[in-house]
């Protein structure tokens, strides 16, 4: 289903093809390898220990003319990779068992400090983030069972980009805009702000996360100033349906 075309992924998944065919022989390692490099781009729960950095699944500069490199690598490595530092920092001073999964922590997230919830938060919605993204490519839209859900959510995939749209532009100040379903699996379209996210008990909007997209000035701010409407418009080209739908089927 996924294609793999850019090198690093390529890199990764040749190295996992190594490894793995050292340790249990070459005659398995060919599905075993694939189906490891698979899970390894299809996050749909974040890992918890540690709360450690997840690889990039592209390069730098592979999203160029919709987010250029440099925003990409100070996005990915000053900016989300503060908020892993102090998540962990956080759950250490806080009693956390970092074995758990992060989302059983952020259901319960009022229970714990505003430090907690801006970086469990922080790093839980930039693992998604990067995975939502890939290389721009032709004819990028949603399909299946995905899209039959969201043109009977929303009436149509453009009706719905619209009000995924304009919940990021209208966010206020600093958030994210999320496409989720509710309790009972209703597709539905909304913002946060800060570092909240559905999954929060605090939260205005609740239910499972399926896509997720960064409005702070940090994420565009470089190549758009200050049109984060150009930003957003222009994100569509990028967005990983693939993922959407894989969080999708496990609702
Ligand atoms: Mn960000």
């Known amino acids: 289903m996924k294609t793999t075309s ?35 781009n299809i996050l749909t729960t974040i890992p918890s220990t540690g709360f450690k950095q997840q690889p990039l699944p592209y390069k730098y500069d592979a999203l160029e003319n919709v987010i250029d490199a440099t925003t990409m690598e100070i996005h990915y490595s000053k900016h989300a990779a503060a908020y892993s530092k102090n998540v962990t920092d956080a759950a250490a001073a806080e009693g956390i068992d970092i074995t758990k999964p992060l989302e059983d922590v952020l259901s319960k997230i009022s229970k714990y400090t505003p430090k907690m919830r801006n970086n469990g938060g922080g790093h839980y919605n930039h693992e998604m983030f990067w995975q939502c993204m890939r290389p721009k490519q032709e004819g990028n839209k949603p399909m299946g069972n995905l899209q039959v859900a969201i043109t009977k959510a929303f009436g149509s995939v453009d009706d719905f980009k619209k009000q995924f749209g304009d919940a990021g532009k209208n966010r206020f100040g600093s958030g994210w805009a999320w496409l989720y379903a509710d309790t009972n699996k209703n597709l539905k379209v909304g913002s946060t702000p800060n570092q909240d996210n559905p999954l929060m008990d605090i939260s205005e909007i609740k239910g499972t996360p399926l896509l997720a997209l960064d409005v702070w000035e940090h994420a565009y701010y470089l190549k758009y100033q200050n049109k984060r409407a150009d930003y957003v418009d222009n994100w569509w080209n990028v967005v990983n349906w693939d993922y959407v739908a894989t969080r999708f089927a496990g609702l």
């Open 6 to 40: 850019n090198s690093r992924r390529k890199f990764i998944t040749d190295s996992a093809k190594g490894t793995i065919a050292l340790s249990i022989g070459l005659s398995t390692a060919g599905s075993f390898a694939a189906s490891c490099a698979h899970a390894k």
